[in-house]
């Protein structure tokens, strides 16, 4: 189905018939990115995407839900490139650490500008319920990836360590952003090596 069979209607939510829904929240994402969430407004959207306002409002009431949305639309697409990366390693204990592979691509991206779920959690996570939670759904997403690839190595008390090699992730992604430091994700691998070696 197309919007040309309910020309009336913006959107039907994330999964909306409406291209024009689509469109907004993938120019937002970038924007929020790029440039912070505090820096870009709804008009600096607009502006952007090529959407007039108050359609714009239409479909997003206010920033905060237009900032879930994006966060929504991240979320899927780095779980779904994580697991990706997982997948394709070639033995259990690999595909755990294939997520730290994953991490140290991505720091070393010229773009790279740190975690917009810590950005956007430390802006909106105490007055927006719905980034809030958001942000709390894609962190413990990734920590239950980690656990199953744990899981699948036969590793003792694996959610236990899971949970470690998850703040391990976190960790990587902070020092990362805040000191710079692209090989954050190759310190964070050594150190989960000696975790699953340990077996504790």
């Not at 998850?166 to 310190?187: E, F, Q, W």
Request: proline letters at 6%; charged letters at 25%.
């Amino acid at each position: 189905m197309t919007t040309a069979d309910s020309p009336e209607r913006e959107h039907d939510g994330p999964e909306g018939e409406d291209p024009a829904y689509a469109h907004v929240v993938a120019v937002a994402d970038d924007l929020f990115y790029t440039h912070g969430i505090r820096a870009v407004t709804m008009r600096y959207v607009r502006d952007e995407a090529g959407i007039p306002l108050k359609r714009l409002y239409r479909m997003f009431p206010s920033k905060e839900v237009l900032v879930a949305a994006s966060l929504r639309r991240r979320d899927e697409t780095a779980r779904t490139a994580i697991q990706e990366r997982v997948d394709a390693a070639e033995n259990p204990t690999e595909k755990v650490l294939a997520v730290f592979d994953f991490l140290n691509d991505w720091f070393h991206q010229p773009g790279f500008r740190g975690c917009v779920f810590v950005d956007a959690f430390g802006q909106l996570g105490g007055t927006s319920p719905e980034v809030h939670d958001v942000v709390v759904r894609h962190k413990r997403s990734l920590r239950d990836l980690v656990i199953r690839a744990v899981e699948e190595m036969g590793v003792p008390n694996a959610p236990v360590v899971g949970a470690q090699l998850a703040v391990l992730v976190d960790g990587a992604m902070a020092h990362a952003t805040i000191a710079g430091d692209p090989d954050a994700a190759r310190y964070a691998q050594r150190a989960a090596r000696t975790v699953l070696n340990s077996g504790e």
